[in-house]
Protein backbone atom coordinates (compact mmCIF):
# COMPACT_ATOMS: atom_id res chain seq x y z
CA UNK A 1 0.00 0.00 0.00
CA UNK A 2 1.19 3.52 -0.82
CA UNK A 3 0.96 6.07 1.32
CA UNK A 4 -0.44 9.53 0.18
CA UNK A 5 2.17 12.18 -0.34
CA UNK A 6 2.69 13.93 2.48
CA UNK A 7 4.19 17.80 3.36
CA UNK A 8 7.03 16.61 5.93
CA UNK A 9 10.53 16.85 6.37
CA UNK A 10 10.82 14.10 3.54
CA UNK A 11 8.05 15.73 0.97
CA UNK A 12 7.31 12.95 -1.67
CA UNK A 13 6.48 9.54 0.15
CA UNK A 14 5.57 7.74 -2.59
CA UNK A 15 7.10 4.55 -0.89
CA UNK A 16 5.89 0.80 0.45
CA UNK A 17 4.83 1.68 4.25
CA UNK A 18 7.93 0.58 6.29
CA UNK A 19 9.94 -0.46 3.00
CA UNK A 20 13.53 0.95 1.89
CA UNK A 21 13.10 2.53 -1.30
CA UNK A 22 14.60 -0.57 -3.79
CA UNK A 23 16.80 2.28 -5.94
CA UNK A 24 20.02 0.78 -7.62
CA UNK A 25 21.88 3.55 -7.10
CA UNK A 26 21.22 6.79 -4.53
CA UNK A 27 22.84 10.36 -4.59
CA UNK A 28 22.63 13.54 -2.08
CA UNK A 29 22.68 16.70 -3.52
CA UNK A 30 22.53 19.85 -1.51
CA UNK A 31 21.48 22.98 -2.53
CA UNK A 32 19.36 21.52 -5.28
CA UNK A 33 16.37 23.53 -4.78
CA UNK A 34 17.69 26.36 -6.99
CA UNK A 35 20.66 27.40 -9.97
CA UNK A 36 23.34 24.37 -10.07
CA UNK A 37 22.45 21.80 -7.71
CA UNK A 38 18.89 21.85 -9.28
CA UNK A 39 20.39 20.68 -12.86
CA UNK A 40 22.85 18.77 -11.02
CA UNK A 41 19.56 16.25 -9.57
CA UNK A 42 17.96 16.64 -12.69
CA UNK A 43 20.80 14.71 -14.34
CA UNK A 44 21.02 12.28 -11.39
CA UNK A 45 17.61 11.72 -11.36
CA UNK A 46 17.47 11.03 -15.50
CA UNK A 47 20.63 8.78 -14.89
CA UNK A 48 18.03 6.87 -12.66
CA UNK A 49 19.22 7.36 -9.04
CA UNK A 50 17.07 7.72 -6.00
CA UNK A 51 17.76 11.44 -4.68
CA UNK A 52 17.71 13.03 -1.63
CA UNK A 53 17.83 16.42 -2.15
CA UNK A 54 18.28 19.43 0.46
CA UNK A 55 18.26 23.02 0.97
CA UNK A 56 17.59 26.01 3.22
CA UNK A 57 14.16 27.62 2.53
CA UNK A 58 11.13 25.01 2.30
CA UNK A 59 8.75 26.67 0.02
CA UNK A 60 11.27 27.00 -2.40
CA UNK A 61 12.89 23.38 -1.79
CA UNK A 62 9.63 21.87 -1.93
CA UNK A 63 8.53 23.48 -5.70
CA UNK A 64 11.78 22.29 -7.10
CA UNK A 65 11.09 18.79 -5.16
CA UNK A 66 8.12 18.46 -7.48
CA UNK A 67 9.49 19.85 -10.14
CA UNK A 68 11.66 16.80 -10.20
CA UNK A 69 8.85 14.57 -8.30
CA UNK A 70 7.37 15.47 -11.97
CA UNK A 71 9.88 14.91 -14.17
CA UNK A 72 9.25 11.41 -13.06
CA UNK A 73 12.20 10.97 -10.59
CA UNK A 74 12.75 9.18 -7.17
CA UNK A 75 13.02 11.64 -4.67
CA UNK A 76 12.71 13.14 -0.89
CA UNK A 77 13.59 16.29 -0.17
CA UNK A 78 14.93 17.41 3.56
CA UNK A 79 14.97 21.03 4.44
CA UNK A 80 18.07 21.99 6.28
CA UNK A 81 20.10 24.88 7.54
CA UNK A 82 23.17 23.08 6.35
CA UNK A 83 25.16 25.68 8.80
CA UNK A 84 24.47 23.41 11.47
CA UNK A 85 26.37 19.89 12.52
CA UNK A 86 22.77 18.43 13.41
CA UNK A 87 21.14 19.36 10.42
CA UNK A 88 23.60 17.64 8.08
CA UNK A 89 23.56 14.56 10.53
CA UNK A 90 19.33 14.56 9.85
CA UNK A 91 19.83 14.68 5.75
CA UNK A 92 22.80 12.05 6.08
CA UNK A 93 19.84 9.75 8.04
CA UNK A 94 16.97 10.63 6.08
CA UNK A 95 18.91 9.47 3.37
CA UNK A 96 20.32 6.40 4.69
CA UNK A 97 17.10 5.05 6.34
CA UNK A 98 15.23 6.00 2.77
CA UNK A 99 17.94 4.41 0.36
CA UNK A 100 20.49 2.41 2.66
CA UNK A 101 23.22 3.09 0.34
CA UNK A 102 25.14 6.05 -1.36
CA UNK A 103 26.70 6.45 -4.76
CA UNK A 104 26.81 9.93 -5.51
CA UNK A 105 27.03 12.97 -3.03
CA UNK A 106 27.26 16.29 -4.31
CA UNK A 107 28.37 19.01 -1.82
CA UNK A 108 26.66 21.90 -3.96
CA UNK A 109 25.14 24.41 -1.29
CA UNK A 110 26.97 27.38 -0.97
CA UNK A 111 27.11 31.35 -0.11
CA UNK A 112 28.76 34.66 -0.91
CA UNK A 113 29.06 37.33 0.86
CA UNK A 114 30.65 40.56 -0.91
CA UNK A 115 32.55 42.76 1.63
CA UNK A 116 35.64 44.92 1.59
CA UNK A 117 37.98 43.76 3.77
CA UNK A 118 37.75 46.50 6.32
CA UNK A 119 34.01 45.93 6.79
CA UNK A 120 33.77 42.18 6.74
CA UNK A 121 31.22 41.24 9.34
CA UNK A 122 32.30 38.43 12.01
CA UNK A 123 29.30 36.67 11.26
CA UNK A 124 29.36 36.45 7.81
CA UNK A 125 32.68 35.14 7.69
CA UNK A 126 31.51 32.12 9.66
CA UNK A 127 28.56 31.73 7.83
CA UNK A 128 30.55 31.33 4.69
CA UNK A 129 32.89 29.17 6.34
CA UNK A 130 30.03 26.96 7.80
CA UNK A 131 28.12 26.88 4.45
CA UNK A 132 31.05 26.51 2.15
CA UNK A 133 33.56 24.59 3.89
CA UNK A 134 32.40 23.04 7.36
CA UNK A 135 29.34 21.44 5.94
CA UNK A 136 31.59 19.87 3.12
CA UNK A 137 33.99 18.26 5.82
CA UNK A 138 31.17 17.26 7.84
CA UNK A 139 29.26 15.58 4.94
CA UNK A 140 32.38 13.32 3.89
CA UNK A 141 32.71 12.23 7.74
CA UNK A 142 28.94 11.26 8.23
CA UNK A 143 28.92 9.65 4.42
CA UNK A 144 32.23 7.55 4.72
CA UNK A 145 30.48 4.60 5.67
CA UNK A 146 27.98 4.60 2.89
CA UNK A 147 30.58 5.75 0.36
CA UNK A 148 32.67 2.64 1.11
CA UNK A 149 30.17 0.63 1.03
CA UNK A 150 29.38 1.70 -2.19
CA UNK A 151 33.13 1.86 -3.33
CA UNK A 152 33.25 -1.82 -2.49
CA UNK A 153 30.73 -2.65 -4.54
CA UNK A 154 31.60 -1.13 -7.66
CA UNK A 155 34.39 1.46 -6.98
CA UNK A 156 32.18 4.09 -8.71
CA UNK A 157 31.75 6.07 -6.21
CA UNK A 158 31.76 9.94 -6.74
CA UNK A 159 31.74 13.13 -4.20
CA UNK A 160 30.99 16.66 -6.10
CA UNK A 161 32.19 19.49 -4.55
CA UNK A 162 31.13 22.75 -5.87
CA UNK A 163 34.06 25.54 -5.87
CA UNK A 164 34.28 28.47 -7.77
CA UNK A 165 36.49 30.18 -10.10
CA UNK A 166 36.90 32.33 -7.24
CA UNK A 167 38.55 28.79 -5.43
CA UNK A 168 41.04 28.83 -8.52
CA UNK A 169 42.13 33.02 -8.17
CA UNK A 170 41.46 35.03 -4.99
CA UNK A 171 38.73 37.45 -6.02
CA UNK A 172 39.03 40.98 -4.36
CA UNK A 173 35.43 42.17 -2.22
CA UNK A 174 34.86 38.15 -2.33
CA UNK A 175 37.97 37.29 -0.22
CA UNK A 176 36.29 35.03 2.15
CA UNK A 177 34.05 33.16 -0.25
CA UNK A 178 37.27 33.04 -2.66
CA UNK A 179 39.24 31.40 0.49
CA UNK A 180 36.40 28.83 1.23
CA UNK A 181 35.99 27.69 -2.35
CA UNK A 182 40.15 27.39 -2.12
CA UNK A 183 39.56 25.28 0.87
CA UNK A 184 37.07 23.23 -1.36
CA UNK A 185 39.99 22.96 -3.87
CA UNK A 186 42.65 22.12 -1.09
CA UNK A 187 39.86 19.35 0.57
CA UNK A 188 39.19 17.75 -2.36
CA UNK A 189 42.58 17.04 -3.59
CA UNK A 190 43.03 15.81 0.19
CA UNK A 191 40.44 13.31 -0.56
CA UNK A 192 41.17 12.04 -3.67
CA UNK A 193 44.82 11.07 -1.74
CA UNK A 194 43.01 9.80 1.57
CA UNK A 195 40.06 7.63 0.10
CA UNK A 196 40.82 7.45 -3.68
CA UNK A 197 42.24 4.18 -3.35
CA UNK A 198 38.86 3.01 -1.72
CA UNK A 199 37.34 3.86 -5.15
CA UNK A 200 36.10 7.44 -3.71
CA UNK A 201 36.22 10.02 -6.95
CA UNK A 202 36.09 13.50 -5.71
CA UNK A 203 35.83 16.78 -7.98
CA UNK A 204 35.75 20.12 -7.14
CA UNK A 205 33.81 21.96 -9.93
CA UNK A 206 34.89 25.41 -10.57
CA UNK A 207 32.70 27.44 -12.51
CA UNK A 208 33.08 31.51 -13.61
CA UNK A 209 29.45 33.17 -13.44
CA UNK A 210 26.95 30.77 -14.04
CA UNK A 211 23.24 32.22 -14.55
CA UNK A 212 21.53 31.22 -11.02
CA UNK A 213 20.35 33.34 -8.45
CA UNK A 214 23.52 33.84 -6.69
CA UNK A 215 24.48 35.75 -9.85
CA UNK A 216 21.72 38.62 -9.84
CA UNK A 217 23.67 40.97 -8.14
CA UNK A 218 25.66 41.58 -11.21
CA UNK A 219 23.35 40.64 -13.96
CA UNK A 220 23.46 44.60 -14.44
CA UNK A 221 27.58 44.27 -15.50
CA UNK A 222 26.95 41.14 -17.16
CA UNK A 223 23.54 40.02 -19.05
CA UNK A 224 22.15 36.30 -17.76
CA UNK A 225 21.79 34.81 -21.54
CA UNK A 226 26.26 35.09 -21.26
CA UNK A 227 26.64 33.60 -18.77
CA UNK A 228 27.03 30.07 -18.32
CA UNK A 229 24.04 27.78 -18.25
CA UNK A 230 23.58 25.56 -14.75
CA UNK A 231 22.98 22.89 -17.38
CA UNK A 232 26.44 23.06 -18.23
CA UNK A 233 27.65 22.13 -14.83
CA UNK A 234 25.15 19.41 -14.62
CA UNK A 235 26.67 17.69 -18.10
CA UNK A 236 29.79 17.41 -16.27
CA UNK A 237 28.48 15.43 -13.52
CA UNK A 238 26.92 12.91 -15.87
CA UNK A 239 30.79 12.57 -18.12
CA UNK A 240 32.28 11.81 -14.32
CA UNK A 241 29.43 8.99 -13.96
CA UNK A 242 31.00 7.31 -17.08
CA UNK A 243 34.34 8.12 -16.45
CA UNK A 244 36.24 4.43 -15.52
CA UNK A 245 37.46 3.55 -11.95
CA UNK A 246 41.04 3.85 -13.15
CA UNK A 247 39.96 7.88 -14.01
CA UNK A 248 39.73 10.24 -11.12
CA UNK A 249 39.06 14.11 -12.46
CA UNK A 250 40.67 16.36 -9.44
CA UNK A 251 38.62 19.37 -10.95
CA UNK A 252 37.04 21.14 -13.64
CA UNK A 253 36.96 24.57 -14.61
CA UNK A 254 33.94 26.83 -16.31
CA UNK A 255 35.12 30.02 -18.01
CA UNK A 256 33.28 31.95 -20.34
CA UNK A 257 34.64 32.93 -24.08
CA UNK A 258 38.18 35.21 -23.66
CA UNK A 259 38.01 34.55 -20.20
CA UNK A 260 41.20 32.52 -18.34
CA UNK A 261 42.21 32.70 -15.10
N1 LIG B 1 26.29 31.08 -9.84
C1 LIG B 1 27.60 31.22 -9.99
O1 LIG B 1 28.07 32.05 -10.76
C2 LIG B 1 28.54 30.32 -9.26
C3 LIG B 1 29.87 30.31 -9.67
C4 LIG B 1 30.77 29.48 -9.00
C5 LIG B 1 30.34 28.69 -7.96
N2 LIG B 1 29.03 28.73 -7.57
C6 LIG B 1 28.65 27.87 -6.46
O2 LIG B 1 27.61 27.02 -6.90
C7 LIG B 1 26.86 26.56 -5.78
C8 LIG B 1 25.39 26.68 -6.10
O3 LIG B 1 25.07 28.05 -6.28
P1 LIG B 1 24.06 28.57 -7.40
O4 LIG B 1 24.79 29.50 -8.26
O5 LIG B 1 23.33 27.43 -8.01
O6 LIG B 1 23.11 29.50 -6.50
P2 LIG B 1 21.63 29.32 -5.96
O7 LIG B 1 20.71 29.06 -7.09
O8 LIG B 1 21.41 30.50 -5.09
O9 LIG B 1 21.70 27.99 -5.10
C9 LIG B 1 22.27 27.93 -3.82
C10 LIG B 1 21.67 26.74 -3.14
O10 LIG B 1 22.30 26.54 -1.86
C11 LIG B 1 21.29 26.50 -0.86
N3 LIG B 1 21.77 27.01 0.40
C12 LIG B 1 22.34 28.21 0.67
N4 LIG B 1 22.59 28.30 1.98
C13 LIG B 1 22.19 27.15 2.55
C14 LIG B 1 22.18 26.65 3.86
N5 LIG B 1 22.61 27.37 4.90
N6 LIG B 1 21.67 25.42 4.09
C15 LIG B 1 21.18 24.70 3.07
N7 LIG B 1 21.17 25.11 1.80
C16 LIG B 1 21.66 26.33 1.55
C17 LIG B 1 20.19 27.38 -1.41
O11 LIG B 1 18.97 27.19 -0.74
P3 LIG B 1 18.16 28.53 -0.28
O12 LIG B 1 17.95 29.33 -1.54
O13 LIG B 1 16.94 28.02 0.36
O14 LIG B 1 19.11 29.23 0.68
C18 LIG B 1 20.18 26.92 -2.86
O15 LIG B 1 19.51 25.70 -2.97
C19 LIG B 1 27.34 27.39 -4.59
O16 LIG B 1 28.24 26.62 -3.82
C20 LIG B 1 28.07 28.54 -5.24
O17 LIG B 1 29.06 29.08 -4.41
C21 LIG B 1 28.13 29.51 -8.19
Known amino acids: MLRAPARVAGFIEGRP ?3 QMAAKR ?5 GASSGIGLAIARVLGQEG ?3 TVAAR ?3 KLEAAAEGLAGEGFELQAIQANLGDEAEVQKVVSAHKERYGRLDVLVNNAGVGVGAPVAEIETKRIDMQIDINLRSIVIFYRECIEMLRASASEHRETLVVNTSSISGKHGEAWLSVYSATKHAVVG ?3 AMNKEIGNDGIKSTALCPAFVDTPMTDFVK ?3 AAEEMIRPEDIAESVRFLLRTSPACVVPEIMFVRPGEGL
Request: net charge negative; no cysteine; glycine share 16%.
Open 57 to 59: RPE
Open 49 to 51: YGL
Open 187 to 189: WTE
Open 220 to 222: GQV
Open 17 to 19: EGE
Open 26 to 30: AAIVT
